[in-house]
């Protein structure tokens, strides 16, 4: 009798270690549509609490990772803080060249750069700049694969979060393609 009492107590006391469905949502993968990007363009979607930049690369933005190189700090992204994933180890850090999904927060105080998507000189940024993302707390550049410049104060590049292709319109932010 006491066992069964001690155990009718324990369940609800037990069970409110579970998180609630609230934060299983928070947690939860995050399906896009993204038909309704044109080439230049980004949205942001909420993953997790974290703005999750999609952008549509232009062809000439794509013929521009390639310059910069020589440029950045971990172009290869092979630093490990935030680890690439391995289909985003590459040039445009993606799996698919034309769109490229990363995390808005820079890696150095968290602070969230803003989109300099325009080559050309402009204030804060040098005169070859060829397009990316300014973090004008600090400095810190990235290009439009979110890969760093050299001598910033971020020391690494944008995380890439898990994510894949449900068809070619529809994107699955928080979760690894399954075996």
């Known amino acids: ?3 069964a009492g001690a155990a009718a107590v324990a369940v609800p006391f037990v069970s409110t270690f579970q998180p609630s469905e609230r934060a299983r949502a928070a947690g939860a993968a995050v399906e896009v549509d993204i038909s309704r990007i044109q080439p230049g363009e980004k ?3 909420e993953w997790r609490g974290k703005p999750v930049w999609i952008l549509r690369r232009t062809p000439e933005q794509l013929a521009s990772l390639e310059a910069d190189e020589a440029e950045l700090a971990d172009p290869n992204s092979d630093r490990t803080t935030y680890p690439t994933p391995p289909y985003a180890k590459n040039r445009h850090r993606s799996i698919k060249p034309e769109y490229l999904v990363t995390v808005g927060i820079c890696t150095h105080l968290g602070c969230s750069p803003g989109d300099k998507l325009t080559p050309g000189p402009q204030p804060s940024l040098p005169d070859n700049w060829r397009g ?16 760093v410049f050299k001598n910033k104060p971020a020391p690494d590049n944008l995380e890439v979060p898990p994510h894949y292709y449900l068809s070619d319109t529809t994107l699955l932010v ?5 075996a």
Do not use: Q, W, Y
């Open 43 to 45: 949205i942001v979607v």
């Open 1 to 3: 009798m006491g066992g």
């Open 174 to 178: 928080g979760e690894e393609k399954p």
């Open 132 to 147: 990316g993302f300014l973090c004008a707390c600090h400095g810190s550049t990235f290009d439009v694969a979110g890969r």
